[in-house]
C-alpha cells in the first residue's frame, strides 16, 4: 500500500512539472494585421500576409493606364469581398493606401470587374490594388484597407 502511495505520488508530481513546464513554452506572436476589410460587411476581415497568401492566388496579364501589360500575382478583389460578405446596403468601395491616399469606387464597378485584385507587391506585406479597366488612380499602392460603404 505504502508502495502504490509512493508511485502515485511520484506521477503525480511529474505530470505537474510536465504541465508547469508546457506552459512556460514559447509564446507565439501573432502575425502583424497588413490589410483590412470592413465597414458594410457580414465579418470584418483582419488579414495578415500568410492569411492572404492561403486563399487562392492568381496571376493575370493586367493593363496598367501607365505601364502597360505587366504580370499581377494576388488575391481576386471578388474573392475578398465574399469572404467580407457585403451587406446590401453597400453602393461604394473605398481603398486607402498607407500613405492615406484613397480612390472611391462604386460597388457595381468593382463587381463588375472580374479580374480586379488586391495584388502582392514585390516588399513582404505591402499590396497593391490593380484595377484592370480603371483609371490610374484607382490602382492604389501599398493598400491598407478596404472599406464597403
Not at 511520484?10 to 510536465?18: E, G, H, K, N, S
Not at 501607365?66 to 500575382?73: A, D, F, L, R, V
Not at 468593382?110 to 479580374?115: L, M, R
Request: with cysteine; glycine share 6%; hydrophobic share 40%.
Amino acid at each position: 500500500m505504502k508502495q502504490n502511495c509512493i508511485v502515485t505520488l511520484v506521477f503525480l508530481t511529474l505530470a505537474i512539472a510536465a504541465l508547469t513546464l508546457s506552459a512556460c513554452g514559447p509564446k507565439t506572436t501573432p502575425e502583424p494585421v497588413t490589410l483590412t476589410v470592413k465597414g458594410l460587411v457580414n465579418t470584418e476581415q483582419d488579414l495578415s500576409d500568410s492569411a492572404l497568401h492561403k486563399m487562392t492566388v492568381v496571376t493575370l496579364n493586367l493593363t496598367h493606364p501607365k505601364n502597360g501589360p505587366t504580370n499581377y500575382t494576388g488575391v481576386r478583389l471578388s474573392d475578398l469581398l465574399a469572404k467580407a460578405g457585403v451587406q446590401s446596403g453597400a453602393t461604394s468601395v473605398v481603398f486607402t493606401g498607407s500613405d492615406g491616399y484613397t480612390y472611391t469606387a462604386k460597388l457595381s464597378d468593382i463587381t463588375a470587374c472580374a479580374d480586379c485584385m488586391v495584388a502582392f507587391d514585390a516588399t513582404p506585406s505591402v499590396y497593391d490594388a490593380a484595377m484592370p479597366g480603371m483609371s490610374g488612380k484607382a490602382w492604389v499602392s501599398s493598400l491598407v484597407t478596404i472599406e464597403l460603404k
